[in-house]
Antibody, heavy 121, light 110 residues
Framework: HLQLQESGPGLVKPSETLSLTCAVS??????????WGWIRQSPGKGLEWIGS???????FYRPSLKSRVTISGDTSRNQFSLKVTSVTAADTAVYYC?????????????WGPGILVTVSS | QSDLTQPPSASGTPGQRVTISCSGS????????VHWYQQVPGTAPKLLIY???HRPSGVPDRFSGSKSGILASLAISGLQSEDEATYFC???????????FGGGTKLAVL
C-alpha cells in the first residue's frame, strides 16, 4: 500500500529557506518506473507543479521557480526533499508530495496529506 | 491564473447529471492526456480519472471523462450529496515539460 508523508517546519521567515521531506513507503524512489514530484496549493487557489525527481537522479523544475528550487532524493531512506530559497509570502501554501505513475498514464496518482507552510516573520 | 481553464462553480440536484469543462491548448490538453481530481476541503486531491477516460479502481462508474481537441470534460451522473467537492483537471504540458492544472470547479449539490 503506497503512502507518502510530508514533514518539515510549518513556519518560515521571509528570505529564508523552506525545507520539506517526503517519506515514501510501498514503492521505491530509486527502482521505480514512476517518478516523484512536489505540488503546492496557495490558500483558496489552484494547484501548481513545483518540480520532479526521477529514479535516475535527474530533476526538472517549473521554469518560474527554477532559480530558487532544489529537489533531491535519499535512496537509503526512500525519501525525497524540497528546498525553496529566498521565500516570500507568495510561497505560503499547502505543499504536497506525489507519485507520478506510469500505470496511470503519468498522472500524479498518490499524494501525501499535505503540509501547510506559512511564510511570516 | 491557472494554465487550464475551468468554470469556478457548478451545481446540480441529487440524481442529476452534471458536466465540468476544462479548456487548455495544443501543448497540453490536445497533445497529452487529461486527468481529473476530486478534493474535499482539508484533504489532498484524489485521482478520479486518468488518461482522459480511465477510472482508478474504487472510483464509481458515475464518473466519466472525455476529450475533444483542447477541451476535456468530466461528467458525473446520478449526483449524490457526497460528490460536493472541488474538481481539478490536469494535463502534461509539452512546453513547460511539467503537469499543469486547472483552477478548480466547486460543485454544489443543492
Amino acid at each position: 500500500h503506497l503512502q507518502l508523508q510530508e514533514s518539515g517546519p510549518g513556519l518560515v521567515k521571509p528570505s529564508e529557506t523552506l525545507s520539506l521531506t517526503c517519506a515514501v513507503s510501498g514503492d521505491s524512489i530509486s527502482g521505480s518506473t514512476n517518478y516523484w514530484g512536489w505540488i503546492r496549493q496557495s490558500p483558496g487557489k489552484g494547484l501548481e507543479w513545483i518540480g520532479s525527481f526521477f529514479s535516475s537522479g535527474n530533476t526538472f523544475y517549473r521554469p518560474s521557480l527554477k532559480s530558487r528550487v532544489t529537489i533531491s532524493g535519499d535512496t537509503s531512506r526512500n525519501q525525497f526533499s524540497l528546498k525553496v530559497t529566498s521565500v516570500t509570502a507568495a510561497d505560503t501554501a499547502v505543499y504536497y508530495c506525489a507519485r507520478v505513475g506510469h500505470s496511470s498514464h503519468w498522472a500524479p496518482d498518490h499524494w501525501g496529506p499535505g503540509i501547510l507552510v506559512t511564510v511570516s516573520s | 491564473q491557472s494554465d487550464l481553464t475551468q468554470p469556478p462553480s457548478a451545481s446540480g440536484t441529487p440524481g442529476q447529471r452534471v458536466t465540468i469543462s476544462c479548456s487548455g491548448s495544443s501543448s497540453n490538453v490536445e497533445r497529452g492526456t487529461v486527468h481529473w481530481y476530486q478534493q474535499v476541503p482539508g484533504t489532498a486531491p484524489k485521482l478520479l480519472i486518468y488518461g482522459d477516460d480511465h477510472r482508478p479502481s474504487g472510483v464509481p462508474d458515475r464518473f466519466s471523462g472525455s476529450k475533444s481537441g483542447i477541451l476535456a470534460s468530466l461528467a458525473i451522473s446520478g449526483l449524490q450529496s457526497e460528490d460536493e467537492a472541488t474538481y481539478f483537471c490536469a494535463a502534461w504540458d509539452d512546453i513547460l515539460n511539467a503537469p499543469v492544472f486547472g483552477g478548480g470547479t466547486k460543485l454544489a449539490v443543492l
